[in-house]
């Protein structure tokens, strides 16, 4: 079983909805990642948290928007998606950032469908 | 430029057969190495990371990884593969400074035959 749950599993939108994917893990972790991963392709990267702060934005589109509430959870907010946008969203997390030793631990991920 | 190479998009093995996956990286240090696999519609799971040390590491599932330095290669290898094993492997490392990122190979598909 994985450390990290993601929810939902499956989304469909449209490209008017606003919808948020969540995140959550309890092993203590204190980096925290999304990732978008296209069909084939490996992940990619799209912001990191580190101690519950904003420490990467890889020139992501406004239109996806993440929060940390705590050190247990991480957001995704959508809102305004193109179909491009239709990928698999991965949640990870790490003891830490900015340190090396510290294997990403993956979630099983949103299937986001753009419509 | 820091990248990983995974040369086999796609490698078919028959069950009970030994398996390599070959993984090459460009860094400009010493890499913090990964071995991660995906299960269709799973996530990624770490099967075994090489950090110092023994360069030969062993993980789950029966894997191994063998770190050599002057090849800069992490291969990845099981000496009988089982059916479950069919999925996506991808060889990482993690940068070592400035931004600490990950960086993925593109793959490489597992198929086992029964």
């Known amino acids: 079983d994985t450390e990290v749950t993601q929810t939902p599993k499956h989304l469909v939108m449209g490209m008017t909805n606003k919808k948020s994917l969540k995140c959550e893990q309890h092993?203590?972790?204190?980096?925290m990642y999304w990732y978008k991963q296209k069909a084939k392709k490996p992940p990619e990267l799209m912001f990191v948290?580190?101690?519950?702060?904003?420490?990467i934005n890889e020139s992501v589109p406004s239109r996806f928007s993440p929060e940390c509430p705590n050190s247990s959870l991480l957001n995704l907010h959508l809102h305004a998606l193109q179909p491009e946008d239709s990928a698999l969203y991965l949640c990870?997390?790490?003891?830490?950032?900015?340190?090396?030793?510290?294997?990403?631990?993956f979630g099983n991920g949103t299937r986001l469908t753009v419509t | 430029a820091q990248s990983v190479t995974q040369p086999d998009i796609h490698i078919t093995v028959s069950e009970g057969a030994s398996l390599e996956l070959r993984c090459n990286y460009s860094?400009?240090?010493?890499?913090?190495l990964f071995w991660y696999v995906q299960s269709p519609g799973q996530g990624l799971q770490l099967l075994l990371k090489?950090?110092?040390?023994?360069?030969l590491v062993q993980g789950i599932k029966g894997f191994e990884a063998e770190f050599k330095r002057s090849q800069s290669s992490f291969n990845l290898r099981k000496p009988s593969v089982h059916w479950s094993d069919a999925a996506e492997y991808f060889c990482?490392?993690?940068?070592?400074?400035?931004?600490?990122?990950?960086?993925f190979g593109t793959g490489t598909r597992l198929k086992v035959l029964a």
């Open positions: 990870a997390s790490s003891q830490h950032h900015w340190r090396v030793n510290s294997p990403l631990h």
């Open positions: 092993m203590g972790h204190r980096a």
């Open positions: 948290y580190s101690y519950e702060k904003l420490s």
């Open positions: 860094y400009g240090a010493t890499p913090y």
């Open positions: 090489y950090f110092s040390g023994d360069t």
């Open positions: 990482a490392f993690e940068m070592t400074s400035g931004t600490y990122k990950y960086i």
